[in-house]
């Protein structure tokens, strides 16, 4: 047989495939090699030596395809271990740091081959560069070397592959974890991050028990929350509370639209049903289909939603987050909070007291810190959490010293690390809180992106936006074109609001997906390293529909609160790996 090789261009991995293709007795009759990232030319060499192998080779070529897509407008590099690799207390002294910075950075250019897109490329500069008084850490240098490190394997694909833009076609923006230290912890009240927070998932994976058919135990059944699925499509970036609405009215619809289902539910007296016993009708229908089971399946992910909501009082500890976030709260309501409930569980007063170390990082310089930590009846692992969030710049970040890493100050706030913005229609409770980049992502499409906080790889000796610099010359603008440009892009099937009454479809999104071809502007890509998260992934879909541009986030993982907590824990432990530690 032929074969097909996909494999990364590593030593390790070509020795692999000659010695399967070499020699009198090779394993394969012709092999077809397809690299994920550029080869190296000493590697090129290495099998043109081998003269048995060569005639053997149908095809070597170079894939460009070495990054995970995690739904239309999201990707990842796989670096899970990228926050310890990079901010750990030792991290400047770890060979990983350089090796990871450069796989990194090999990923990220990747995805711009694929999509022939040639970026303006954006970073957070080091702080050091804003303030001569400011030591530059490695840590702090991240971002910086990442920008160069694309912007090294974009050069050489200017040079290499055809058809790849020579002139700017969008914007990339790199930014670390330290913008956003309390998007990770927060609870964020979608479906689609409630789920990943609270069930347990393991990836997209739900399992769940569901009825035998033949009466004898539920069996066991696997389910991918994802983008295949139109009811999941339409509810993922849904508040809870009207993604419950919502799907009661569906089952309501249904049974409204099916004789059987009304006969049943007459036969039992009639009168106002919950989704539970609407969900049960329907199960017992003879024509329970494979829509029904999708539409099933997410009243019965809410429902448990909402029963551990209540449980574990999830409301009142979003409320107090939330008023930390906008500064209607501060020490006197935490303290009160931590002595008036006893039963919050050990993850949430863990959470709660990052928040407050975020927005405070000066109290956690003393005695002050250690008395909230033991108050909050930490555990000493616990406080290894709450400390290392001084490695990704927390107290950096909130000296009121002006420029973008200072905090807003409201005259009637106590202390806010965001500034209420309009609401969107957004009505639901404990639906104000929302990640920086959103605002990161608003400044740049207007060109109001700071260019000494966020210089451009591209011409980093001027001025971004068309300004003159300070030599007087006026210079080339990345931005001076309109937010529309003329190039054609597909409206992907987020961009609209899909509703449906059926419980089969959402109006269908996937049917839509063809026909719903429109002009949209140069793409956005923002790349947060240290992991992004679920409520980062909503913003580039509510955007895109808002700016008519698309914005595309890319990360090194995606964290849900649990795994980033533990990611945060690893910046001081030495003797464990992230395998050995669950939350």
């Known amino acids: 047989m032929d074969a097909i090789y996909f494999i990364q261009p590593t030593k390790e991995n070509v020795v692999m495939f000659l010695s399967d293709m070499s020699g009198r007795s090779p394993l394969y009759r012709k092999a077809f090699v397809f690299f994920s990232s550029p080869m190296p030319k000493e590697l090129v060499a290495y099998i043109k030596k081998d003269t048995s192998v060569l005639p053997r080779i149908g095809a070597l070529s170079e894939m460009n395809l070495e990054y995970f897509a995690i739904d239309s407008q999201g990707f990842i590099t796989d670096h899970e271990m990228a926050l310890e690799e990079l901010f750990a207390e030792n991290a400047e002294n770890s060979q990983k740091y350089n090796i990871c910075l450069n796989t990194m950075a090999t990923r990220i250019a990747t995805a711009?081959?694929?999509?022939?897109?040639?970026?303006?490329?954006?970073?957070?500069?080091?702080?050091?560069?804003?303030?001569?008084?400011?030591?530059?850490?490695?840590?702090d240098l991240v971002p910086t070397k990442l920008a160069a490190g694309v912007w090294n394997c974009l050069s050489k694909y200017k040079a290499t592959i055809p058809d790849f833009p020579q002139k700017e076609t969008c914007e990339l923006l790199i930014v670390d974890r330290s913008i956003d230290q309390i998007a990770p912890i927060i609870h964020e009240w979608t479906y689609d991050a409630m789920c990943h927070d609270l069930l347990n998932m393991e990836g997209n994976k739900y399992v769940h028990e569901v009825p035998s058919r033949t009466g004898s135990a539920p069996e066991k059944k696997e389910v991918l929350l994802e983008d295949h699925d139109p009811?999941?499509?339409?509810?993922?970036?849904?508040?809870?509370?009207?993604?419950?609405?919502?799907?009661?009215?569906?089952?309501?619809?249904?049974?409204?639209?099916?004789?059987?289902?009304?006969?049943?539910?007459?036969?039992?007296?009639?009168?106002?049903?919950?989704?539970?016993?609407?969900?049960?009708?329907?199960?017992?229908?003879?024509?329970?289909?494979?829509?029904?089971?999708?539409l099933s399946l997410h009243v019965e992910i809410a429902g448990k939603l909402n029963r551990i909501i209540r449980e574990m009082d999830l409301r009142e500890i979003g409320q107090l987050e939330q008023d930390l976030v906008f500064g209607d709260a501060g020490a006197k309501e935490v303290i009160n909070f931590f002595r008036t409930k006893q039963d919050i569980s050990p993850e949430n007063r863990l959470r709660l007291l990052m928040i407050y170390a975020s927005i405070f990082p000066e109290k956690f310089e003393g005695d002050i810190g250690e008395k909230l930590m033991q108050l909050a009846r930490l555990s000493q692992d616990d406080m290894h959490a709450v400390k290392n969030m001084k490695y990704l710049g927390g107290s950096d970040i909130k000296k009121p010293s002006g420029g973008v890493f200072s905090l807003k100050f409201d005259s009637h706030k106590k202390h806010a690390a965001r500034k209420e913005r309009a609401s969107d229609g957004e009505t639901w409770q404990l639906s104000r809180f929302y990640p920086m980049i959103e605002e990161l992502i608003e400044k740049l499409t207007k060109g109001e992106l700071p260019p000494d906080e966020y210089p451009s790889m591209n011409d980093p000796?001027?001025?971004?936006?068309?300004?003159?610099?300070?030599?007087?010359?006026?210079?080339r603008s990345t931005q001076s074109q309109p937010a529309h440009s003329m190039r054609s892009r597909r409206t992907g099937t987020w961009a609209k609001a899909h509703n449906s009454d059926d419980g089969y479809s959402s109006d269908s999104v996937l049917r839509h997906a063809s026909s719903d071809s429109k002009k949209m502007g140069q793409r956005i890509f923002v790349f947060i390293i240290g992991g992004a998260t679920r409520s980062e992934l909503r913003v580039a879909h509510k955007l895109t529909a808002k700016l008519r541009r698309e914005v595309i986030l890319g990360s090194t993982s995606i964290d849900d609160p649990p795994q980033f907590i533990t990611k945060l824990k690893l910046l001081t432990a030495q003797e464990f790996s992230i395998d050995d530690l669950h939350i």
Do not use: C
Request: proline share 3%; charged share 20%; net charge positive.
């Open 112 to 139: 711009f081959a694929s999509l022939r897109e040639f970026p303006n490329v954006r970073y957070r500069a080091a702080k050091s560069s804003l303030d001569p008084l400011t030591l530059t850490t490695l840590r």
């Open 231 to 294: 009811i999941w499509l339409e509810l993922r970036h849904a508040h809870i509370a009207d993604a419950s609405e919502r799907l009661h009215d569906k089952m309501t619809n249904f049974i409204s639209k099916n004789k059987a289902a009304q006969i049943h539910h007459a036969s039992r007296g009639g009168g106002e049903l919950s989704t539970r016993d609407l969900q049960k009708m329907v199960q017992a229908l003879p024509q329970y289909s494979e829509q029904i089971d999708k």
């Open 461 to 475: 000796s001027m001025s971004v936006h068309g300004t003159s610099t300070s030599n007087g010359l006026s210079v």
